[in-house]
T-cell receptor
């Protein structure tokens, strides 16, 4: 069993749909992250949660809504997305947030296609 | 602005050695990471350098020169399973991770 599990692995949705991405970590970490990965572009940090509290929102459009009910689970609720939102969405966790040498543990991602 | 540069794609032969370069211009420096990402899989940690010099870890080594804003990942005795993307990321003065776009490494038999 991997340390960080994401579901679904693939998702196709229309622009008017509502869907949610789920992430679960089994590592006992306190910080969780959502990243967007587009082809040939750097990873874009979207949201950071530390001890269940959102600490960073990098100017992400409101059509993306995160939720962190506890330190092990993270959701990304999607609503009225645009085709340019098609990308790989990666969840990650780390022991804590703030140390320079903090390693990130990633899930395999959800490949999202918006039609 | 902050910038991380690494080659988009490289090709190497099985059994050979390849060096993947990463240059950076960031506001401050608190370390540099290398991650490996196989197609369709999660990025996984390879190395973290904060001091100048070479750190060896099996077939993989990572080098850092802070004065030159430069790092490289050296892969020896290449295997087909080393075909992957290699991501360089720098920790800036605000402890934010600045990512490069990644280098896709193709290994040929």
């Amino acid at each position: 069993e991997t340390g960080v599990t994401q579901t679904p692995r693939h998702l196709v949705m229309g622009m008017t749909n509502k869907k949610s991405l789920k992430c679960e970590q089994h590592l006992g970490h306190n910080a969780m992250y959502w990243y967007k990965q587009s082809a040939k572009k750097p990873l874009e940090l979207m949201f950071v949660y530390n001890f269940k509290e959102q600490t960073e929102n990098n100017s992400v459009p409101s059509r993306f809504s995160p939720e962190c009910p506890n330190s092990s689970h993270l959701f990304l609720h999607l609503h009225t997305l645009q085709p340019e939102d098609s990308a790989l969405y990666l969840c990650a966790s780390s022991q804590d947030r703030g140390a320079a040498n903090e390693k990130l543990f990633f899930g395999s991602g959800t490949q999202l296609s918006v039609l | 602005g902050q910038n991380i540069d690494q080659p988009t794609e490289m090709t190497a032969t099985e059994g050979a050695i390849v060096q993947i370069n990463c240059t950076y211009q960031t506001s401050g420096f608190n370390g540099l990471f290398w991650y490996q990402q196989h197609a369709g899989e999660a990025p996984t940690f390879l190395s973290y350098n904060v001091l100048d010099g070479l750190e060896e870890k099996g077939r993989f080594s990572s080098f850092l020169s802070r004065s030159k804003g430069y790092s490289y990942l050296l892969l020896k005795e290449l295997q087909m399973k080393d075909s992957a993307s290699y991501l360089c990321a720098v920790v800036d003065s605000n402890y934010q991770l600045i990512w490069g776009a990644g280098t896709k490494l193709i290994i040929k038999p």
